[in-house]
Protein backbone atom coordinates (compact mmCIF):
# COMPACT_ATOMS: atom_id res chain seq x y z
CA UNK A 1 0.00 0.00 0.00
CA UNK A 2 1.35 3.45 -0.82
CA UNK A 3 1.85 5.68 1.84
CA UNK A 4 -0.48 8.48 2.52
CA UNK A 5 1.34 11.99 0.84
CA UNK A 6 1.97 14.65 3.45
CA UNK A 7 3.01 18.10 2.39
CA UNK A 8 2.66 19.98 5.96
CA UNK A 9 3.65 18.62 8.80
CA UNK A 10 1.88 20.25 11.86
CA UNK A 11 3.23 19.49 14.94
CA UNK A 12 0.95 21.10 17.92
CA UNK A 13 -0.24 19.88 20.95
CA UNK A 14 -3.32 22.97 21.80
CA UNK A 15 -6.24 20.97 19.78
CA UNK A 16 -7.47 24.95 19.55
CA UNK A 17 -4.51 25.76 17.53
CA UNK A 18 -4.57 23.14 15.25
CA UNK A 19 -8.54 23.75 14.24
CA UNK A 20 -7.25 27.19 13.99
CA UNK A 21 -4.34 26.27 11.51
CA UNK A 22 -6.41 24.07 9.87
CA UNK A 23 -9.40 26.24 9.16
CA UNK A 24 -7.27 29.15 8.21
CA UNK A 25 -5.61 26.83 5.58
CA UNK A 26 -8.66 25.22 4.16
CA UNK A 27 -10.07 28.76 3.85
CA UNK A 28 -7.72 30.11 1.61
CA UNK A 29 -8.05 26.97 -0.95
CA UNK A 30 -4.86 25.69 0.35
CA UNK A 31 -5.79 22.15 0.27
CA UNK A 32 -2.37 20.79 0.47
CA UNK A 33 -2.24 16.99 2.25
CA UNK A 34 -1.76 18.18 6.05
CA UNK A 35 -0.71 15.53 8.95
CA UNK A 36 -1.55 16.75 12.98
CA UNK A 37 1.11 15.21 15.50
CA UNK A 38 0.47 16.41 19.02
CA UNK A 39 3.47 15.56 20.59
CA UNK A 40 7.30 15.49 20.25
CA UNK A 41 7.90 11.97 19.75
CA UNK A 42 5.00 11.13 17.44
CA UNK A 43 6.95 13.81 15.49
CA UNK A 44 10.49 12.20 15.42
CA UNK A 45 8.37 9.10 15.03
CA UNK A 46 6.56 10.54 11.55
CA UNK A 47 10.07 12.52 10.57
CA UNK A 48 12.44 9.65 10.60
CA UNK A 49 9.58 6.71 9.44
CA UNK A 50 10.06 5.07 12.98
CA UNK A 51 7.38 3.34 15.21
CA UNK A 52 3.95 3.96 14.33
CA UNK A 53 5.21 5.69 10.80
CA UNK A 54 7.47 2.62 10.20
CA UNK A 55 5.94 1.90 6.75
CA UNK A 56 6.65 5.89 5.53
CA UNK A 57 10.41 4.97 4.96
CA UNK A 58 10.00 5.77 1.04
CA UNK A 59 7.31 8.26 1.85
CA UNK A 60 8.05 11.61 0.09
CA UNK A 61 9.47 14.65 2.67
CA UNK A 62 6.77 17.45 3.92
CA UNK A 63 7.66 20.82 1.81
CA UNK A 64 7.26 22.39 5.10
CA UNK A 65 7.44 21.61 9.51
CA UNK A 66 5.29 23.89 11.31
CA UNK A 67 6.30 23.54 14.76
CA UNK A 68 5.26 24.23 18.13
CA UNK A 69 7.87 24.68 20.85
CA UNK A 70 6.68 23.48 24.25
CA UNK A 71 5.43 20.43 23.44
CA UNK A 72 4.72 17.01 25.31
CA UNK A 73 6.86 14.42 25.73
CA UNK A 74 9.95 15.78 23.97
CA UNK A 75 10.46 19.51 23.32
CA UNK A 76 9.82 20.99 19.82
CA UNK A 77 13.60 22.51 20.17
CA UNK A 78 14.85 18.58 20.35
CA UNK A 79 12.73 18.19 17.76
CA UNK A 80 14.48 20.62 15.44
CA UNK A 81 17.92 19.70 16.40
CA UNK A 82 17.13 16.65 15.35
CA UNK A 83 15.81 17.63 12.26
CA UNK A 84 18.65 19.91 11.22
CA UNK A 85 21.27 17.51 12.54
CA UNK A 86 19.83 14.58 10.02
CA UNK A 87 21.79 14.80 6.44
CA UNK A 88 18.47 13.09 5.43
CA UNK A 89 16.31 15.55 6.81
CA UNK A 90 18.19 18.90 7.28
CA UNK A 91 16.82 20.68 3.87
CA UNK A 92 12.96 20.11 4.89
CA UNK A 93 11.80 23.93 5.67
CA UNK A 94 11.02 24.26 9.54
CA UNK A 95 9.33 26.61 10.47
CA UNK A 96 9.09 27.50 14.69
CA UNK A 97 4.96 28.40 15.32
CA UNK A 98 5.18 29.58 18.66
CA UNK A 99 3.44 31.31 21.28
CA UNK A 100 6.75 31.99 22.82
CA UNK A 101 8.17 35.27 22.29
CA UNK A 102 11.54 34.47 24.67
CA UNK A 103 14.64 36.09 23.35
CA UNK A 104 16.55 32.21 24.66
CA UNK A 105 13.88 30.39 22.48
CA UNK A 106 14.58 32.78 19.21
CA UNK A 107 18.75 32.44 18.85
CA UNK A 108 18.24 29.01 19.58
CA UNK A 109 16.27 28.28 17.38
CA UNK A 110 17.83 30.07 14.39
CA UNK A 111 21.15 28.72 15.77
CA UNK A 112 19.78 25.04 15.23
CA UNK A 113 18.76 26.11 12.02
CA UNK A 114 15.01 26.69 12.02
CA UNK A 115 14.35 28.13 8.63
CA UNK A 116 11.66 31.06 10.20
CA UNK A 117 10.32 31.86 13.24
CA UNK A 118 6.69 32.88 13.96
CA UNK A 119 5.62 34.02 17.09
CA UNK A 120 1.72 33.41 17.06
CA UNK A 121 -0.38 36.27 16.99
CA UNK A 122 -3.25 36.02 19.67
CA UNK A 123 -6.11 38.04 18.17
CA UNK A 124 -8.26 35.52 15.53
CA UNK A 125 -8.09 37.62 12.44
CA UNK A 126 -4.20 38.19 13.29
CA UNK A 127 -3.73 34.13 13.59
CA UNK A 128 -5.43 33.46 10.83
CA UNK A 129 -3.62 35.65 8.23
CA UNK A 130 -0.52 35.01 9.51
CA UNK A 131 -1.19 31.37 8.53
CA UNK A 132 -2.26 32.27 5.05
CA UNK A 133 0.84 34.10 4.33
CA UNK A 134 2.75 31.27 5.40
CA UNK A 135 0.96 28.64 3.59
CA UNK A 136 0.82 30.90 0.49
CA UNK A 137 5.08 31.57 1.28
CA UNK A 138 6.11 27.97 1.76
CA UNK A 139 3.32 25.65 -0.47
CA UNK A 140 3.48 28.28 -3.49
CA UNK A 141 6.60 30.52 -3.27
CA UNK A 142 9.73 28.25 -1.71
CA UNK A 143 11.16 26.19 -3.88
CA UNK A 144 11.57 22.59 -1.69
CA UNK A 145 14.35 20.87 -1.63
CA UNK A 146 14.62 17.95 -4.14
CA UNK A 147 14.87 15.13 -1.75
CA UNK B 1 26.64 59.30 13.15
CA UNK B 2 24.22 57.03 14.02
CA UNK B 3 23.53 54.86 11.04
CA UNK B 4 19.58 53.27 10.71
CA UNK B 5 19.78 49.47 10.20
CA UNK B 6 19.26 48.41 7.17
CA UNK B 7 16.70 45.78 6.53
CA UNK B 8 16.79 44.46 3.56
CA UNK B 9 20.13 43.65 1.90
CA UNK B 10 19.92 43.10 -1.82
CA UNK B 11 22.77 41.11 -3.36
CA UNK B 12 21.95 41.07 -7.10
CA UNK B 13 24.07 42.22 -10.34
CA UNK B 14 21.28 42.36 -12.76
CA UNK B 15 19.96 46.30 -12.95
CA UNK B 16 17.03 45.59 -14.04
CA UNK B 17 16.51 42.98 -11.25
CA UNK B 18 17.83 45.26 -9.28
CA UNK B 19 14.92 47.93 -10.21
CA UNK B 20 12.20 45.75 -10.71
CA UNK B 21 12.88 44.46 -6.98
CA UNK B 22 13.11 47.91 -5.58
CA UNK B 23 10.04 49.46 -7.38
CA UNK B 24 7.76 46.23 -5.66
CA UNK B 25 9.17 46.55 -2.32
CA UNK B 26 8.59 50.13 -2.17
CA UNK B 27 5.45 50.37 -3.84
CA UNK B 28 3.82 48.34 -1.46
CA UNK B 29 5.72 50.13 1.47
CA UNK B 30 7.20 47.05 2.74
CA UNK B 31 10.49 48.15 3.05
CA UNK B 32 12.30 51.52 2.63
CA UNK B 33 15.64 50.80 4.25
CA UNK B 34 16.77 48.18 1.11
CA UNK B 35 21.04 48.33 0.43
CA UNK B 36 21.81 47.15 -2.84
CA UNK B 37 25.29 44.97 -3.53
CA UNK B 38 25.91 44.57 -7.10
CA UNK B 39 28.69 41.54 -6.61
CA UNK B 40 29.60 38.84 -3.99
CA UNK B 41 32.70 40.24 -2.65
CA UNK B 42 30.93 43.65 -1.75
CA UNK B 43 28.03 41.36 -0.49
CA UNK B 44 30.89 40.28 2.32
CA UNK B 45 32.39 43.59 2.88
CA UNK B 46 29.13 44.49 3.52
CA UNK B 47 28.06 41.48 6.21
CA UNK B 48 31.14 41.42 7.90
CA UNK B 49 31.94 45.44 7.84
CA UNK B 50 35.31 45.40 6.34
CA UNK B 51 36.61 47.08 3.24
CA UNK B 52 34.05 49.66 1.93
CA UNK B 53 32.13 49.13 4.99
CA UNK B 54 34.38 48.89 7.56
CA UNK B 55 32.80 51.93 9.54
CA UNK B 56 29.35 49.71 10.02
CA UNK B 57 28.37 48.41 13.36
CA UNK B 58 28.35 44.09 12.22
CA UNK B 59 25.34 44.23 14.88
CA UNK B 60 23.43 46.19 12.68
CA UNK B 61 21.84 42.97 10.82
CA UNK B 62 19.52 43.15 8.05
CA UNK B 63 16.34 41.21 8.79
CA UNK B 64 16.99 39.38 5.47
CA UNK B 65 19.19 38.91 3.18
CA UNK B 66 18.06 38.70 -0.68
CA UNK B 67 20.94 36.74 -2.28
CA UNK B 68 21.46 35.94 -5.87
CA UNK B 69 23.77 32.94 -6.62
CA UNK B 70 25.25 33.93 -9.76
CA UNK B 71 27.51 37.01 -8.67
CA UNK B 72 30.45 38.68 -10.22
CA UNK B 73 34.06 37.87 -8.09
CA UNK B 74 32.63 36.07 -5.12
CA UNK B 75 29.54 33.34 -6.02
CA UNK B 76 26.21 33.52 -4.29
CA UNK B 77 26.75 30.12 -2.55
CA UNK B 78 30.48 30.94 -1.16
CA UNK B 79 28.74 34.13 -0.02
CA UNK B 80 26.04 31.65 1.73
CA UNK B 81 28.92 29.31 2.69
CA UNK B 82 30.62 32.42 4.81
CA UNK B 83 27.53 34.05 6.26
CA UNK B 84 26.47 30.31 7.70
CA UNK B 85 29.58 29.04 8.67
CA UNK B 86 29.88 32.67 11.31
CA UNK B 87 28.57 32.37 14.37
CA UNK B 88 28.02 36.45 14.69
CA UNK B 89 25.83 35.89 11.08
CA UNK B 90 24.68 32.62 11.37
CA UNK B 91 21.35 33.17 12.36
CA UNK B 92 20.39 36.18 9.83
CA UNK B 93 17.64 34.92 7.36
CA UNK B 94 19.13 34.13 4.00
CA UNK B 95 16.46 33.76 0.70
CA UNK B 96 18.06 32.71 -2.31
CA UNK B 97 16.62 34.65 -5.09
CA UNK B 98 17.75 32.96 -8.06
CA UNK B 99 16.84 32.49 -11.76
CA UNK B 100 18.87 29.01 -11.31
CA UNK B 101 16.11 25.97 -11.49
CA UNK B 102 19.46 23.51 -11.04
CA UNK B 103 18.61 20.60 -8.81
CA UNK B 104 22.21 21.21 -7.22
CA UNK B 105 22.33 24.89 -6.78
CA UNK B 106 18.69 24.17 -4.65
CA UNK B 107 20.41 20.91 -3.21
CA UNK B 108 23.65 22.84 -2.08
CA UNK B 109 21.83 25.81 -0.68
CA UNK B 110 19.53 24.05 1.58
CA UNK B 111 22.78 22.22 2.65
CA UNK B 112 24.45 25.57 3.52
CA UNK B 113 21.69 26.50 5.49
CA UNK B 114 20.16 28.93 3.28
CA UNK B 115 16.43 29.83 4.77
CA UNK B 116 14.69 29.96 1.80
CA UNK B 117 14.91 29.26 -2.18
CA UNK B 118 12.83 31.36 -4.34
CA UNK B 119 13.39 30.57 -7.99
CA UNK B 120 12.69 34.58 -9.87
CA UNK B 121 9.50 34.21 -12.19
CA UNK B 122 10.36 35.25 -15.74
CA UNK B 123 7.16 36.71 -16.12
CA UNK B 124 6.74 40.82 -14.66
CA UNK B 125 3.74 40.06 -12.54
CA UNK B 126 4.96 37.32 -11.41
CA UNK B 127 8.31 38.67 -10.17
CA UNK B 128 6.68 41.55 -8.68
CA UNK B 129 4.06 39.50 -6.92
CA UNK B 130 7.06 37.29 -5.52
CA UNK B 131 8.58 39.84 -4.32
CA UNK B 132 5.99 41.51 -2.66
CA UNK B 133 5.36 38.12 -1.10
CA UNK B 134 8.55 37.07 0.28
CA UNK B 135 8.98 40.93 1.56
CA UNK B 136 5.64 41.04 3.57
CA UNK B 137 7.23 37.55 4.79
CA UNK B 138 10.46 38.21 6.02
CA UNK B 139 9.55 41.82 7.20
CA UNK B 140 6.24 41.81 8.55
CA UNK B 141 5.57 37.83 10.13
CA UNK B 142 8.95 36.24 10.70
CA UNK B 143 10.80 37.06 13.80
CA UNK B 144 14.07 38.35 13.42
CA UNK B 145 17.09 37.33 15.47
CA UNK B 146 18.46 39.59 17.59
CA UNK B 147 21.62 39.39 17.29
Given at each position: MAEKSVEILLVE???????????ALKDNNLTNPIH?????????????ATGAYADR???E?????????????????????????????RAIPVVALTSSREE????????????????KPVDFDQFTHAV???????LLLNQPPVM
Open positions: DNPNDVELTLLVVRDGAEALEFIFQNAKPRVILLDLKLPKVDGLEVLRQIKANPHTCDIVESYNLGVNSYITRTLGLYW
